[in-house]
């Protein structure tokens, strides 16, 4: 997720309970290919690079080889076990300049570009999708088979079409249907908040892994507590906000540029904070703060006065 899956938001995940697989926030193929600034950041798997995809999205099919071929250069400690391409992303600003889901009308194209990614990297490698512009199943079929005779290891799909907001809810008949036509294990995306929605798609819909977004922000806990609460290790030790918090910010000091601390910390407690008694209230307060420093006063200020929001039921603000 852009400006929050970075190496500080996964080593917070790791530290809580770390998911099986994460995928870094999008970066642009030509920008990582032309050194531009901040490019490693973006591209930076670790902690855990062995179970970490780099996400790419490209406006033309000839730069993925580029950038694979980087990445497949590095050294091991910053070389991912997984490559991912995006193919879902429908804001407006990728989708015009041609990357993301602009690509789903082009399937030649886009198969193009699986296979120079394939030709350049041996590891996994995988696309992430969505419905596309219209509810078309034939046309989605055929687009992901195009990218499934190039060379994918497995899709992430987010059924939901281009301009389906997410106060709508995932069409998750569609991805049933896919995955049961689909060679490859594909992996259920949206909405997926708890070990009953989980097993659900995996029992159900056919999914092969479910992806959590959103709801690992402002849960980022979630992962190890689903852990275990499906092999029965369940403890009920509360959570305490306040210090995954302050945990947060220092990680973002000490793994994420300068020019990029204030920001990231915006938008991760854009979420963390949604499920605060008082959200609004503190959400305006550390967007408005200005520095990192009078962050850290508003949330010290805020559990004062709001106690009863800093220990929590680990299982609190899943919308279920
Ligand atoms: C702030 C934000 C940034 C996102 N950035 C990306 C991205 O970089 N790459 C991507 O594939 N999807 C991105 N997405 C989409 C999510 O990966 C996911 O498909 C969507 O949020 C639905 O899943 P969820 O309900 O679990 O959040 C982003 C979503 C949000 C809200």
Known sequence: MVGITNRAFRTLLAELGPPDY???EM????????NAQFEEFYTDPRPSAQATSIQFYARSASIIGKACAKISSRSEETRPRGIDINFGC?????RRAGGGSAWSSNPEGAAELVSLARQEWNGILSAKIRIGSVDDY????????????SGLDFISFHPRMDDQKFRRKPLYDVFGRLA????????ANGDIKDQAGILELLNSKGAYAAMIGREAVRRPWIFGYIRSEMNGSL????IDRYAIALRYVDLVVEMLPRPWHMESCRRFFSYYCE??????????????S???DSMRDELRDYFNQVPADRFINPHFGARL
């Open 27 to 34: 970066a642009s193929a030509e920008a990582f290919v032309a």
């Open 235 to 238: 403890k009920k030790e509360p």
């Open 138 to 149: 034939q046309a989605l079929l055929m687009f992901t088979s195009r990218l499934v005779e």
């Open 90 to 94: 429908s804001a407006p600003h990728i």
């Open 180 to 187: 049961n036509d689909c060679s490859i294990p594909l992996v």
């Open 290 to 292: 200005d520095s990192l």
């Open 22 to 24: 994460a995928f870094t």
């Open 275 to 288: 499920t605060f008694s008082f959200a609004h209230h503190i959400q305006y307060r550390l967007v408005n």
